[in-house]
């Protein structure tokens, strides 16, 4: 387990294999960290299911809309929350392996609960989609997440929660 340096901009994502803990980059991005705590604390990432995973790029998460058993899987990645779209948040913090990176459509202030985390480094994505968070400890959990686009039995987010809250 990593140590928690701050609590409040920590996210604690529970994985089948394990936990996950991520930095909130609050000070780089801080409404995309904002959101990504407001949907924690609301339980609406619970059970959502990684339905984008491509081997060497990235694990997309998030849609809240479509994203749960029961819900629409074969919609999931079109949808959003109820909140409004973000503005883009764009710095120099490159898409290392780790980082997460907000989800968009083409329009880059489109973003709204939709996030990918990088299985390795992608910099062709540098400055084009929002950094705002980095993986701190658990990757390996990560890295064990069913691939496909979507996969057959999408793993998914058990739970997530903001480490101020537990």
Same mark, same amino acid.
């Given at each position: 387990?990593?140590?928690?340096?701050?609590?409040?901009?920590?996210?604690?994502?529970?994985?089948?294999?394990?936990t996950?803990t991520?930095?909130?980059?609050a000070?780089?991005?801080?409404?995309?960290?904002?959101?990504?705590?407001?949907?924690a604390?609301?339980?609406?990432?619970?059970?959502?299911v990684?339905?984008?995973?491509?081997? +060497?790029?990235?694990?997309?998460? =998030?849609? !809240?809309?479509? $994203?749960? &058993?029961?819900?629409?899987?074969r919609r999931a990645g079109t949808?959003?929350?109820?909140?409004?779209?973000?503005?883009?948040?764009f710095?120099k913090?490159?898409?290392?392996?780790?980082t997460?990176?907000a989800?968009?459509?083409?329009?880059?202030?489109?973003?709204?609960?939709?996030?990918?985390?990088?299985?390795?480094?992608?910099?062709?994505l540098? +400055?084009?989609?929002?950094?705002y =968070?980095r !993986?701190?400890? $658990?990757? &390996?959990?990560?890295?064990?997440i069913?691939?496909?686009?979507p996969?057959?039995?999408?793993d998914?987010?058990?739970?997530?929660?903001?480490?101020a809250?537990?």
């Amino acid at each position: 387990m990593a140590e928690i340096k701050d609590p409040e901009n920590t996210i604690l994502i529970e994985l089948k294999d394990g936990t996950v803990t991520v930095e909130l980059l609050a000070d780089v991005a801080p409404k995309h960290a904002e959101r990504m705590k407001e949907l924690a604390r609301e339980g609406a990432y619970d059970g959502v299911v990684f339905h984008r995973v491509i081997d +060497g790029f990235m694990a997309q998460t =998030g849609d !809240v809309e479509h $994203g749960r &058993e029961g819900g629409e899987l074969r919609r999931a990645g079109t949808g959003g929350s109820t909140k409004p779209d973000l503005p883009a948040e764009f710095s120099k913090l490159p898409h290392d392996r780790g980082t997460l990176g907000a989800a968009r459509s083409q329009n880059p202030n489109s973003a709204n609960s939709q996030f990918f985390i990088n299985f390795s480094d992608n910099h062709f994505l540098n +400055g084009q989609y929002t950094v705002y =968070g980095r !993986v701190i400890s $658990g990757m &390996e959990h990560v890295d064990k997440i069913l691939r496909g686009e979507p996969p057959a039995t999408p793993d998914k987010m058990i739970s997530v929660k903001v480490a101020a809250d537990v």
